[in-house]
């Protein structure tokens, strides 16, 4: 009995242990297969997220400083290509000088007699034309002068009467020689006063032809400009008395104007009267005017030692003003060794720095920083940056840049 007993315990304790173990089993599986889809879910993540960069990758732009133009558009733009090269760069005496008005092109304007100004017809700053009438004034001495004329004329016209009535008694006989002789003597006595009349009231300013049918008591006198110009001093004042003696405007023609500079006594070998020079002042640094030397002085200062120059400058647009500071650069003959040089149009500034579009390949190019020595006569040296045979952007580089910065913009939004 007790045998068959023991017999059934260990058939029990095998059917439990077994069942335990299939538990386990299942358990161990389904942690290994959900551990599995774990890692499956994290391998799908990591590839879409790869998925994800390389798509924006592709979207996004080209590395900042380069950028791509097909060579159509490159010719629709003006962008031009050529290898660099060394040239000779002049050389450049530069100066800082002063803006003055052209002393040959500036008129006092003032009256022939003295007078009361009774009208003022300009102001400061107006433009005016040779012969316009700027004062009026109320002369006493031109109503005198005004007096003698017209007696003069008179006297000559009575004196021509006589002279025509004379011939015709002495061609009847009814007058003798000597009669025709008298009335001749007269007559250019009265012709030689009225010329001299007409003289003095053309150098007050009056013309006879002006006084054809005129009151003969008429005493105002205009005062005019003797040049087409600018005024740029103004004393006339309504009331008061005008002479010859004080200036009642300042005309000046300001079509050119002179910058005096000092040039140093060691470059005086370098200048000549007829070279030519360049000027730009601060208020338009980007104007440049061209000029020539038209005086050079032949004293030394002693205590800079220094010489004067003027300048001529033509002044389109009234640009350059009187008192004004100038920068002037003369060019000098080109005798030094020739230097890796660009054009001063292939300079562009990017992000602070100055660089040129070197063309990496026909349709891709990249803003290369350089830095850069003397410039002269347009041409640009560059110290580093750019070698001699690279291709670059001689043209055009303006357009380069506002690409790349289109595409900065782009990738800021």
Same mark, same amino acid.
């Given at each position: ?98 803006? +003055?008005?052209? /002393? ?6 003032? &009256?022939?007699? =003295?007078?009361?100004? !009774? $009208?003022?017809?300009? %102001? ?108 740029? +001093?103004?004393? /006339? ?6 002479? &010859?003696?004080? =200036?009642?405007?300042? !005309? $000046?023609?300001?079509? %050119? ?87 001063e149009d292939a300079l562009q500034d990017l992000d602070g720095k100055k660089v040129v579009f070197v063309a990496e390949n026909a349709t891709e190019f ?48």
């Amino acid at each position: 009995m007790n045998k068959k007993a023991i017999i059934i315990g260990l058939i029990l304790a095998v059917a439990v242990g077994g069942g335990f173990l299939y538990r386990s089993t299942q358990t161990g599986n389904s942690g290994v297969k959900q551990a599995e889809h774990k890692d499956e879910k994290a391998d799908g993540h990591k590839e879409e997220g790869e998925h994800k960069e390389e798509k924006e990758g592709h979207e996004g732009h080209d590395e900042a400083g380069s950028v791509k133009m097909t060579a159509e558009v490159q010719k629709q733009n003006g962008v031009v290509v050529a290898p660099a090269k060394k040239q000779r760069l002049a050389g450049v005496i530069s100066a800082t000088g002063k803006v +003055e008005a052209n /002393a040959d092109k500036i008129a006092h304007v003032s &009256p022939r007699i =003295s007078g009361k100004i !009774v $009208a003022v017809r300009a %102001s400061l700053g107006d433009s005016v034309s040779a012969g316009q009438a700027l004062v009026t004034i109320d002369s006493v001495e031109l109503g005198e002068a005004l007096n003698r004329y017209h007696q003069s004329k008179t006297k000559f016209t009575l004196a021509q009467s006589n002279m025509d009535r004379v011939k015709v008694l002495v061609d009847k006989k009814i007058a003798a020689r000597k009669d025709i002789l008298l009335a001749e003597t007269d007559f250019k006595t009265a012709q030689t006063e009225l010329h001299t009349d007409e003289e003095r009231l053309s150098l007050y300013g009056v013309s006879t032809a002006e006084l054809e049918g005129s009151n003969h008591k008429k005493t105002l006198l205009p005062v005019r400009s003797p040049i087409s110009g600018t005024i740029t +001093e103004k004393h /006339a004042i309504v009331g008061e008395l005008a002479d &010859p003696s004080n =200036s009642l405007y300042s !005309v $000046a023609d300001l079509s %050119s104007v002179w910058v005096l500079v000092d040039i140093n006594e060691k470059d005086l070998a370098k200048i000549h009267r007829g070279q030519s020079a360049s000027v730009t002042v601060g208020a338009f640094p980007d104007l440049k005017l061209k000029g020539r030397i038209t005086y050079i002085a032949d004293l030394v200062d002693q205590s800079t030692r220094t010489v004067k120059a003027r300048i001529e400058v033509a002044n389109p647009g009234r640009k350059l003003k009187p008192e004004m500071f100038a920068t002037v650069e003369l060019a000098l003959a080109a005798d030094a060794p020739p230097v890796l040089a660009v054009p001063e149009d292939a300079l562009q500034d990017l992000d602070g720095k100055k660089v040129v579009f070197v063309a990496e390949n026909a349709t891709e190019f990249a803003a290369r920083p350089v830095q850069t020595g003397r410039s002269a006569s347009g041409l640009v040296e560059i110290v580093s940056g750019l070698k001699e045979g690279e291709n670059y952007a001689v043209k055009g580089s303006f357009i380069l840049k506002s690409e790349i910065k289109k595409a900065e913009m782009k990738d800021e939004h």
